[in-house]
């Protein structure tokens, strides 16, 4: 079975499934593995979660014209351009050579916790020295490239799944 001729429901429902992997792993790894989320780890399961929400949302409304799926792979794209951002911001942060790695700063619930909004979006986006740690990788690469593939993927999937062009009005 193609999954590029599935419906427009079958495909959002399959990215839907995807993002919800890569959080359950993500999870597991937190709670089994003993690896716990840097703040910049934290924004990308918001941005997977989001993504998730959007295909998700599609899947159930499955609008029949072209205007809706557009508007649906439109809006799946901006989360997935929102997440490939942070990825790729720790992508970057964790190339730095050592000596140009930020000083370690608080955890994210005690900058929530202690100081506004756009001060901890900041502090969160400028990077700490957790963030530039690599302490798990697969076929070499560290877990914040493999979201920013992930993002990358699932943003071209859901234009593909807005974008294609349908057969019959039941596809």
């Not at 941005?47 to 205007?67: E, Q, S, T, Y």
């Not at 799926?69 to 190339?95: D, F, K, P, S």
Request: with cysteine; net charge positive; hydrophobic share 55%.
């Amino acid at each position: 079975m193609n999954p590029f001729t599935w419906s427009f429901r079958a495909q959002f429902l399959l990215g839907f499934v995807a993002c919800a992997a890569l959080l359950s792993y993500a999870l597991y790894t937190q709670h089994y593995g003993g690896l716990l989320p840097c703040p910049l780890c934290t924004f990308q399961r918001g941005a997977f979660v989001l993504l998730g929400g959007v295909f998700l949302i599609g899947a159930l409304h499955a609008p029949r014209g072209k205007a809706g799926r557009a508007a649906y792979a439109l809006l799946a794209l901006l989360a997935a351009a929102i997440g490939t951002a942070i990825a790729g911001r720790h992508v970057w942060l964790q190339g730095l050579p050592p000596d140009q790695v930020p000083a370690c700063g608080p955890d994210l619930s005690y900058m929530m916790e202690a100081f506004p909004l756009l001060d901890v979006l900041r502090k969160v986006f400028t990077g700490s020295g957790e963030c530039a740690e690599v302490d798990w990788t697969f076929l070499g690469l560290a877990m914040p490239a493999w979201s920013l593939i992930w993002f990358v993927a699932l943003g071209l999937w859901a234009l593909y799944a807005g974008y294609r062009s349908r057969k019959s009005i039941f596809r």
